[in-house]
């Protein structure tokens, strides 16, 4: 028994180390992602930015007859880059890839919508595209 242990000790030191010196690499790195929340009280709805991929998203979360509108906004030409409107008025979520900003600086906004009327709008600059 005491032969057996040793060995199982033996590869766990060998294995901990080999895990502890090996380096991190860009696929284990964390995604940058920016949001933005509606300014509501009990925020209702959020946008987010992917820097790494690119990709936006709009999501409703709540249940109250307002879907969650959002963009991607190029301060630098004063456009939008991406507009989204998601209408699951509760729990759910719209997104699309959106072609790179050329190094623009950019602003994520968000609000609720409801009978064309905006409402609880949020905004943030998220650096450049």
Request: charged residues 20%.
């Amino acid at each position: 028994m005491t032969s057996y242990s040793s060995k199982f000790l033996g590869t766990l030191v060998v294995v901990g180390s080999m895990v502890i010196t090996f380096p991190a690499t860009a696929d284990t790195a964390p995604m940058a992602i920016s949001q933005v929340f509606t300014s509501d009280p009990n925020p209702g709805g959020f946008a987010e930015w992917n820097h790494d991929t690119n990709f936006f998203k709009v999501c409703d979360r709540q249940n109250d007859g307002y879907s969650a509108e959002g963009w991607v906004y190029d301060v630098d030409t004063g456009e939008d880059i991406a507009h989204l409107v998601d209408p699951s008025h509760g729990d759910g979520c719209s997104g699309t890839a959106v072609p790179q900003g050329n190094g623009h600086r950019l602003n994520l906004r968000v609000c609720l919508l409801r009978g064309g009327n905006r409402n609880f709008t949020g905004a943030r600059d998220i650096g450049r595209g």
